[in-house]
């Protein structure tokens, strides 16, 4: 079993930066793709940014020039640093992992709790 911890949510003001972390535990041979995704209130949940194994990084259009996602291979631990907030930003954010248990297996994808980011004056 792999489990992901996300943290770093909060209340912010527009404007205002913030930074989630997501560590992943477990039964780990490797990862493959590390991503966050968000869901707001009676919306569906949607890719924020993803980076591969090698760094190669994908952000939605609402993140590009204001998020950075990056990642500690050796921590196993993926980060989404947030600058210039909206409230529009505001949601549950989830941290997704796609694991390998051994060489062998096909990648899994796994889900972290989700952490609440609120963007409000």
């Known amino acids: 079993q792999v489990h992901l911890v996300e943290s770093g949510g909060g209340l912010v003001q527009p404007g205002g930066s913030l930074r989630l972390s997501c560590a992943a535990s477990?039964?780990?041979?490797?990862?493959?793709?590390m991503g966050w995704y968000r869901q707001a209130p009676g919306k569906q949940r949607e890719l924020v940014a993803d980076i591969t194994t090698g760094g190669r990084t994908n952000y939605a259009d609402s993140g590009k020039a204001r998020f950075t996602i990056s990642r500690d291979n050796a921590k196993n631990t993926v980060y989404l640093q947030m600058n210039s907030l909206k409230p529009e930003d505001t949601a549950v954010y989830y941290c997704?992992?796609?694991?390998?248990?051994?060489?062998?297996?096909?990648?899994?994808?796994?889900w972290g709790q989700g952490t609440q980011v609120t963007v409000s004056s």
């Open positions: 997704n992992a796609a694991v390998r248990s051994w060489s062998w297996t096909p990648p899994v994808d796994y």
């Open positions: 477990g039964r780990i041979g490797s990862i493959e793709t």
